[in-house]
């Protein structure tokens, strides 16, 4: 116990004694918890139209009013050429083109039925599947202003009506920021660790003192534990932050009780920090270093569930997530501080993250042990 607490507290003095570890510790989340949930918007605005006019008609102009107006799609092109219009998805300068067809509204008031042409432009497949779902509805909505407008109901109408009243559990006003921020606080703190504890170890290597550690009486565990404990603290603190600015800048109030975050982060810094000292036991240069937890931090950060939900992903890739622990992190961040959920909700987690801490720690020790 005596070599452990001596091993901390010489982290601790190295640690601070480094100024730039400190704006890494603490400066660099804090700008990108600011800066990250701000930018990380689900939501598609400014949608460009351009549309090819064929008819000229008070009734097509009554048709893209209606579309403008929602505030979402804006109209940037006026053509008469099919093949000019063409040229401005080709250069990206529109994302929706309608083409609408000589006597249209004629049609319309005659048959009861007209027929336009939407082109989508799919470079970005969600903007195009979002904004074409946003004009679909747009021109339902017009097409149900037109029938009400034209067809006369009967005083009692024989058809039964169904209402329906949607509720918004949890996040009642669709804030993508009480979604986005919980899943980013994990992310900062995950590289945070994971770097900050592979960089300290490798560190050693090159500055030549790990060799003094090995010939000293220190056991092996001891070293490796006395490695984790203070990032383990600087890690808390860092969600401390992270926390206290969700709270000031975001509004993002935990609806459970927080010390089940804290909790819960207890045991995931251990897996992280395990995961970072690992890694560290494999190179022997910080570029390298670098370069491998760059590696693996981008396929867990993709795989986290953070960007796209992990039952739309395939088979083979939901089966990777399991062995991700961001993606634990995220879903138990969010259900207590967006669902409320209790310790029995997020309990088998724990019980994940207890069995991923012993697996790594143990490989940590074992393999630094088989290269010492």
């Not at 800066?35 to 048709?63: F, R, T």
């Amino acid at each position: 116990m005596r070599n452990i607490i001596t091993i901390v507290r010489k982290e601790f003095a190295q640690f601070f004694r480094d100024k730039a570890n400190i704006r890494m510790l603490l400066v660099m989340p804090v700008i990108q918890l600011l800066i990250l949930p701000l930018a990380a918007d689900y939501e598609v605005k400014n949608i460009k139209l351009a549309l090819i006019d064929h008819d000229h008609s008070p009734g097509v102009n009554q048709m893209i009013q209606k579309i403008t107006s929602s505030g979402y799609i804006h109209l940037v092109a006026y053509e008469s050429d099919y093949k000019e219009a063409l040229k401005l998805f080709e250069q990206d300068k529109a994302d929706i083109m309608i083409e609408v067809p000589q006597q249209f509204e004629e049609n319309l008031i005659r048959n009861n039925e007209a027929s336009i042409s939407v082109s989508v432009n799919a470079v970005n497949g969600a903007r195009a599947s979002i904004g074409g779902q946003y004009l679909q509805k747009i021109l339902q909505d017009y097409n149900m202003d037109i029938r009400l407008k034209w067809i006369q109901f009967p005083r009692f109408n024989p058809i039964p009506l169904v209402q329906v009243e949607s509720a918004y559990w949890f996040n009642p006003h669709m804030n993508y920021k009480q979604f986005m921020v919980p899943g980013i606080l994990v992310i900062l703190l995950t590289m945070v660790g994971a770097n900050m504890s592979a960089l300290n170890f490798v560190k050693e290597k090159e500055l030549g003192t790990i060799e003094q550690i090995n010939v000293s009486p220190i056991q092996k565990h001891e070293f490796i534990i006395g490695k984790l404990i203070p990032f383990w603290i600087m890690g808390q603190v860092v969600l401390s932050i992270g926390l206290l600015i969700a709270y000031l800048v975001y509004g993002v109030v935990p609806v459970g009780n927080i010390g089940l975050i804290y909790l819960f982060s207890s045991f995931y810094l251990l897996v992280v920090l395990a995961f970072g000292l690992l890694i560290s036991t494999f190179v022997q240069t910080q570029q390298q270093t670098m370069l491998v937890s760059f590696f693996f931090m981008m396929i867990f950060i993709l795989l986290s569930g953070l960007y796209t939900m992990i039952d739309s992903m395939p088979a083979w890739a939901q089966m990777i997530t399991k062995l991700d622990p961001i993606a634990y992190f995220v879903r138990v961040n969010r259900m207590v501080i967006m669902k409320g959920s209790g310790l029995s909700d997020i309990l088998p987690d724990i019980g994940i993250m207890i069995f991923m801490a012993s697996a790594l720690i143990s490989w940590a020790v074992w393999n630094y042990h088989k290269r010492s």
